[in-house]
């Protein structure tokens, strides 16, 4: 039972940093479902957990600032189902501390399978549609997104 969320590869966007830091994600729910699935260990999935919610706001964020600097249309649409995963973390996050480690799984694989895999198929890929045409056009694009590369996996 609890499955762990595994990538595939219809989930790419063509946008390394964005795959890189999705696939990273991915281990990092596996790594949260695990500690409260099979260890039950609230210090474990508190971790896990914190890894999770600061990697997560790091990528938004990330997403975020690239749709600013290159003015994309659906910023604040996208921005919205951001803002949504981010209040879904801190409901999750409640559950934590009071130690509901199955409510907490089930909820993971929802956000997991249900939204976030929802939200790459539909908005990112949207999202990097509009990168790989803007990078045609924007010679600067490509450096940024290797310099966010670098930044992000040395
Ligand atoms: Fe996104």
């Known amino acids: 039972m609890g499955g762990q969320i595994?990538?595939?590869?219809?989930?790419?966007?063509?946008?390394?940093?964005?795959?890189?830091q999705h696939k990273e994600f991915f281990r990092l729910v596996n790594d949260l479902l695990d500690s409260s699935i099979?260890?039950?260990?609230?210090a474990a999935?508190?971790?896990?957990?914190?890894?999770?919610n600061f990697y997560i706001i790091d990528h938004f964020g990330m997403e975020e600032s690239l749709m600013m600097e290159y003015k994309y249309q659906f910023l604040m649409e996208h921005r919205?189902?951001?803002?949504y995963f981010k209040e879904e973390l801190q409901k999750l996050?409640?559950?934590?501390?009071?130690n509901h480690f199955e409510e907490v799984s089930t909820r993971l694989d929802y956000l997991m399978v249900g939204w976030f895999v929802n939200h790459i198929k539909v908005q990112d890929r949207k999202l990097a549609?509009?990168?790989h045409e803007e990078a045609k056009v924007n010679?600067?694009?490509?450096?940024?997104?290797?310099?966010?590369?670098?930044?992000?996996?040395?």
């Open 139 to 154: 010679r600067g694009l490509s450096e940024r997104l290797g310099q966010l590369m670098r930044k992000f996996f040395g």
């Open 45 to 52: 999935v508190a971790k896990a957990f914190n890894f999770l």
């Open 93 to 98: 996050e409640a559950q934590i501390s009071g």
């Open 38 to 42: 099979k260890g039950r260990d609230r």
């Open 129 to 131: 549609k509009f990168l």
């Open 6 to 20: 595994k990538w595939e590869t219809d989930l790419e966007t063509g946008i390394l940093v964005v795959d890189f």
């Open 80 to 83: 919205g189902f951001h803002r």
